[in-house]
C-alpha cells in the first residue's frame, strides 16, 4: 500500500536524524542547553521517543514499550506514564541520559512502529482514534501527528547539536 510505505519511509527518516544526532555524544552533550530554559538534545530524543511511543501503542490497542523495563532503565524522576509534555525547565534538566539508552529505546519504540504500520490495511487509516477533537482525529491524521511532532524535535535536537561544535 502507498500509504504505508509513505509512513515508514517517514519514520524512518526520523530515525537517520535521531542517530546523527545523538550518535558519538557524550552525557554532557546530551544534557547540553543553550540556555537555562532551552531544551537539551537528551530531553528532546526522549520526549519525541515518548510522544511516539505513546501515540503508537494507544492506537495500536498495546503495552508502550517504556513499560517493557525501559522506564526502570532510564530511572527518571518522573511519573511512570509522562512523555514529557508540558514540562519545567527543572524536569528537562533533569533527563541526564547515556547515547546507548536513548538509541536503544529509540529503535524499540521505532521497530514497534514499523510493526504496527506494517499491519494495517486502507480502510484503517479512516477509523476515529480520540473523539475529543472537533472533527475528530482518525488514524491517519494521528499518524501523521505524530510524524510532524517527531521531526520538530529532531531539528530542534540537530540545532543543539550544531551548537555544541561551535
Known amino acids: 500500500m502507498v500509504a504505508d510505505t509513505l509512513l515508514i519511509d517517514a519514520f524512518g ?17 546530551l ?7 532551552a531544551n537539551s538534545i537528551g530531553w ?5 521517543t515518548r510522544i511516539q511511543d ?10 508502550q514499550v517504556w513499560h ?3 522506564a526502570q532503565r532510564f530511572s527518571l524522576p518522573f511519573a511512570n506514564d ?3 509534555y508540558g514540562h519545567s525547565s527543572r524536569e528537562v534538566g533533569a533527563v541526564q541520559v547515556d547515547a546507548g539508552l536513548l538509541l536503544g529505546y529509540y529503535d524499540a519504540v521505532h521497530e514497534a512502529t514499523i510493526t504496527y504500520l506494517q499491519s494495517l490495511k486502507d480502510e484503517d ?15 491517519g491524521v494521528r499518524l501523521i501527528s505524530v510524524i510532524t511532532d517527531d521531526l520538530q ?12 561544535s561551535d
Open 13 to 29: 527518516r526520523i530515525k537517520e536524524v535521531v542517530h546523527q544526532v545523538v550518535r558519538g555524544l557524550g552525557k554532557d552533550d
Open 31 to 37: 544534557a547540553f542547553r543553550p540556555t537555562p530554559s
Open 44 to 48: 528532546l530524543v526522549w520526549h519525541l
Open 54 to 63: 505513546d501515540h503508537i501503542a494507544g492506537v495500536a490497542q498495546q503495552k
Open 68 to 70: 517493557t523495563g525501559w
Open 82 to 84: 509522562d512523555t514529557g
Open 125 to 139: 487509516y479512516d477509523r476515529v482514534v480520540d473523539s475529543n477533537w472537533n472533527p475528530p482525529v482518525t488514524l
Open 153 to 164: 524535535h529532531a531539528g530542534q535536537a540537530a540545532y543543539v547539536r550544531g551548537l555544541l
